[in-house]
């Protein structure tokens, strides 16, 4: 079993992966790094170091294969102990190590183990993708020999036509002031004109409204103006006037945006033996629906309570001359 693999893949993850009976690999960050002679620019990083005085197992390595090779963790366990021993007897036999993509260990005069990271790779999971690159010289020109021989121009200019520039200073000062009045009258009183519009057209908006919402809100739909009573003609000879019964008390059972819905209402309460009635449209674009009417109060307070008991609960008197 290639453990390295594994220990390859914990290293994106982890900061110390302890491979046990053998030693640690420990990683560190570094930030971006510039190199101005050479305009060079290297990515953020993680460096790896390697420690041989841990070797206790800390079961991470362990598990990490258990789970990947969907196996035990004591066959985990037994797996790196074996390839712990390949390791061993290859330093010995040939002085150096390879672990693939993570680095070199190799044994010293004094038998200790020394390790060279691999630089090719990067563990730094945020930095994926991002490789070093060296950026071309910018190269920033310097303008004060033109700019002062440009100003040399300008004062020679200047000197040559100096009597015609201090009989036209006045005007032009003068000039200048009367068209800055006239940006500063067009930019702030425009504005301020526009704004005083905007609000009286608010205002007369608002009270049109409430005005609107106070008239519907009172429901109730008065009939402006009643037609006076009408007088019958008996003969030519003897004239008698006949007053109609006045009915002011009405029980409203409704009122309707559309006049289909307050017509299919009324035919309904003909139908339930009601005599109904249906009014035109009124000044709140209405139709409103009644019950019935009645010349007395108690009349309608009699009806309105059988009407509200089996019919409907919200049913109200209306006091008015129809």
Known sequence: MKIETYIAQLLYRYQCITVPGFGAFLTEIHPTQVNESTNSFFPPKKTISFNGLLKNNDGLLANHIALAENTSYGFAVSAIAFEVLTWKK????????NLKNIGDIRLNADQNMVFTPNDQHNYLASSFGLSPFVSPLVKREIFEKN?????????????????????SKSYLRYAAIFVLGLGITGSIGYPLYQNQIANQTLIVESAVQKKVENKIQEATFLIQNPLPAVTLSVDSAKTETVEVKTMPYHIMAGAFRSEQNAKKAYDQLIKDGYKARMLGENKHGLFPVLY????????????????????NPDAWILIESL
Do not use: C, H, V, W
């Not at 290859?90 to 190590?97: I, R, V």
């Not at 700019?147 to 009989?167: F, K, M, V």
């Open 90 to 97: 290859t330093l010995e036999e040939f002085g150096t190590l």
């Open 292 to 311: 019935g009417s009645y010349p007395t109060m108690a009349e309608a307070e009699k009806a309105q309570k059988e009407i509200q008991k089996g019919e």
């Open 147 to 167: 700019l002062e021989a440009l100003e040399e121009r300008e004062t020679i200019a200047l000197n040559e036509n100096e009597g015609e520039a201090r009989s």
